[in-house]
């Protein structure tokens, strides 16, 4: 049996949805029903059957679930224990991130972690957060660390700890007369020249489903993919921007830049760490241990205030 339509079948079943499914396999929604079909086919039966909009299991999905689950689970531990067997790293953590928590939480997260535990060693590899998932479900990674527009779903084939939530503000020169004003509207922006990143990321599209929702045309001058260079062009004068508070707390701190929550935007960026669930809890590592507890800690509060 495909152990490929087998993660297809469970990945379906558990999120209820195969357009869910196909993101988290990172797989076409077509590619995803055919496996479905497929397995149906050599299982002689149908797995799936839908009432109205809903997909839900048939009698015989509901009696394949936990085989499928089990058949998963051991495939799982059996890829495990041969790369024990064969990788040289044995022990190092394996961690995933996008953007900006790879950026802007992590180095401060593993370097309190250190101070603990002067043996710890670690990858890291920054991606989207789409690749970071994908990554944690091929066990090319032990724990991934995101950022989303929207809190994480309950019913994700991922277990995902909520660390923090964080604001998106403007960034503008310290001497900029928009800072002369005690509260600043997002109107306030209309002929105000914007860097802002670039269509792809996960700050644009929430700017641009706000924008939309407000009926705001903003004067977006420059269209940039780097976070730094951004900072670097509003600190040069060049125009303002948009980001998430923990980027740029260094440069409010030293002076070079100043930030001020924009009155009717109201955007929020939640970070997780997430790991599969077919894995041990995330209490049992103790680098998340150590994470789930710093981050609610008031020293890690502290830093980012």
Known sequence: MDLIKVRAFYTVATLCSIS???KHLHYTQPAISAQIRELEHELQTKLFERVGRTLRLTEAGNAFL?????LLKDFDSC???LQQLTDHREGQLRIGASLIPGMYILPKLISAYLE???EFTFSLDIQNAYEVERMLFDQQIDLGFLGRRKPYPLNSAL???LLFFDHHVLILPPKHPLLEKEKIHIKDLAQ???ILPSRSTVTRKSLDTRFRELGFSPHIQFEVNNIEAIKRMVIQGIGASIVCRITVLEEVASGLLAERLLLGLDLKRYFYMVQRRSTSALSSSSFGQFVLTYVRS????????
């Open 20 to 22: 869910e499914a196909a």
């Open 66 to 70: 936990p085989h499928a689950e089990r």
């Open 79 to 81: 890829r495990q224990a």
């Open 116 to 118: 603990k535990d002067s």
């Open 159 to 161: 277990e995902a700890s």
């Open 192 to 194: 105000l020249p914007l």
């Open 298 to 305: 008031q020293e890690f509060l502290h830093q980012r205030l």
